[in-house]
């Protein structure tokens, strides 16, 4: 098959060009090409911004593809302009969407594909995302669009840095790696789902051309959650060194720097799980087979590469919480 990517280059982006590829499929990406590291040679690029929409609609109006993945649609405007682009030249259309339109608030554990949109009221990511697959379910539905949305969670791999819940710098790879102790949310007991990239790239590579996934929604997660805390405790396995972790409630750490701590309440504060059952129906002989330690350690790998690491020293403010925690009376003593 001849297989448009919009994008590409990012973290589940690259891992579905490999996994195309690996398959046999002719690949072409269209992109700014500002990564430092390229995609590999046999991809053919087509150079542009997906924002300058004349443009990016005119540059494909002339193509055809059997498939286009769209990985960096964001709003129904890109949906929009996807749709003017691809409209009667593409014969199967899959755009990333998130799980992050589920919510918060998340009303269940193991979510399915009919969960409430409840992330329409986010202002943000998650409502830009319910905007863009509501558009291009509507085009299934009123001109035979060939549309599929994938809804994946937090994935992971070489072209995006690994994530924690306390916060979004980077800086926490390079604590673990000095020995120093890491923040945990609460009792650090919130369940979450990882994804390795090749797996994600995997799934989108196998529904790619699926007749039975046109006008469908799946979910494309990790079958076994994990708390955070064993989040953490496998990153530092992967580092080959012990996690030393502390727990600071959560209403504290937003008192202490909203700036700081501010996503909590909007995303990685809450347990969320989902299920992937939909997409293993239809998938039957996809599941996650690349090994947890592997994954960490390859995303780690190319995050020292890119310089995406940040020093733990240029910022204080982990250290002086935990000190300020560790100062708090011990209750189980003055109990007994």
């Known amino acids: 098959m ?26 072409t990406l269209f992109n700014r090409g500002l990564r430092a590291d390229q995609p590999p040679s046999e991809v053919r690029l087509l150079q542009g911004d997906r924002r ?9 109006q002339t193509q055809r593809f059997d498939v286009a993945i769209d990985m960096i649609s964001f709003t129904a405007e ?43 009221h986010d202002g943000g990511y998650g409502a830009g995302k319910v905007a863009a697959d509501a558009l291009l379910l509507s085009a299934y539905r009123d001109e035979d669009f060939p549309a599929t949305i994938v809804k994946p969670s937090f994935t ?17 790879i390079d604590r673990l790696r000095k020995g120093q102790p890491l923040l945990s949310v609460g009792d650090g007991l ?9 797996d994600a790239g995997a799934a989108f590579a196998d529904l790619a051309g699926n007749p039975a996934s046109l006008g469908q929604t799946y979910n494309l997660v990790h079958p076994e959650p994990l708390t955070w805390d064993a989040w953490l405790q496998a990153v530092a396995a992967a580092l080959g060194v012990q996690a030393e972790i502390v727990h600071a409630p959560q209403d504290l750490l937003l008192a202490i720097s909203d700036e700081r701590y501010g996503h909590l309440p909007g995303n990685f504060g809450h347990t969320q799980v989902f299920s992937g059952a939909r997409l293993a129906s239809l998938l039957p002989d996809w ?11 390859a995303t780690i790998a190319w995050m020292d590469q890119a310089g ?18 560790r100062a708090l009376p011990d209750q189980s003593r003055l109990i007994s």
């Open 2 to 27: 001849d297989v448009l990517v919009i994008g590409g280059t990012g973290t589940i982006s690259r891992a579905i060009v490999q996994a195309l590829l690996r398959r046999g499929h002719a690949v």
């Open 52 to 60: 300058d929409r004349p443009t990016f609609e005119a540059a494909l």
């Open 78 to 120: 890109d949906a929009a302009s996807a749709l003017r682009a691809l409209r009667g030249r593409v014969g199967h259309f899959v755009h990333c969407s998130t799980v992050m339109t589920y919510g918060p608030p998340f009303t269940a554990l193991y979510q399915d594909e009919t969960a409430p949109l409840n992330g329409q």
């Open 156 to 172: 992971y791999g070489p072209g995006g840095t690994l994530l924690r819940q306390a916060d979004l710098s980077s800086n926490w």
């Open 190 to 198: 919130n369940y979450f789902q990882f994804l390795p990239a090749p």
């Open 287 to 297: 599941r996650p087979r690349t090994p947890q330690r592997e994954a960490i350690a």
């Open 308 to 325: 995406q690491i940040a020093a733990s020293a240029a910022d204080p403010l982990e250290d002086r919480i935990i000190q300020a925690i």
